[in-house]
């Protein structure tokens, strides 16, 4: 099979793989036009991303509260003999191996699948 109806007999399908309107599928409006500003002006470029991850870490700040909560929910459930399942792939796949190196640190048994 070559590349062409490789790339047809996936786009037949490709509707069953579309997260819908998840905001953490969305592109970033900040990011629109990022490729072209990193080949115009790499500093602008940098700026722009260093700007996001510090809006990014005052979402997680804010949401400090609620963070504690879930971790104290997600103690619990091992305290009990349970396990926590992570699930992901893409970007979700690499948070969810970065949590359970993080829990593992806490000796925490929780099993990730990344795909």
Not at 37 to 42: A, F, K, N, P, S
Not at 65 to 77: H, P
Not at 92 to 102: A, D, I, M, N
């Amino acid at each position: 099979m070559n590349y062409r109806t490789a790339a047809e007999q996936f786009l037949e399908i490709a509707p069953q793989f579309r997260l819908g309107e998840l905001d953490t599928e969305k592109p970033h409006p900040g990011t629109r036009d990022l490729s072209r500003l990193v080949e115009q002006d790499l500093p602008r470029a940098i700026h722009v991303l260093k700007e996001i991850d510090l809006d990014a870490l005052e979402v997680i700040r804010k949401c400090s509260t609620q963070i504690g909560a879930m971790k104290a929910s997600a103690e619990e459930v091992l305290e009990r003999g349970n396990r926590i399942f992570l699930v992901g792939c893409g970007a979700t796949g690499r948070l969810s191996l970065v949590l359970e190196v993080l829990w593992r640190k806490e000796d925490y048994a929780i099993i990730t699948f990344s795909l």
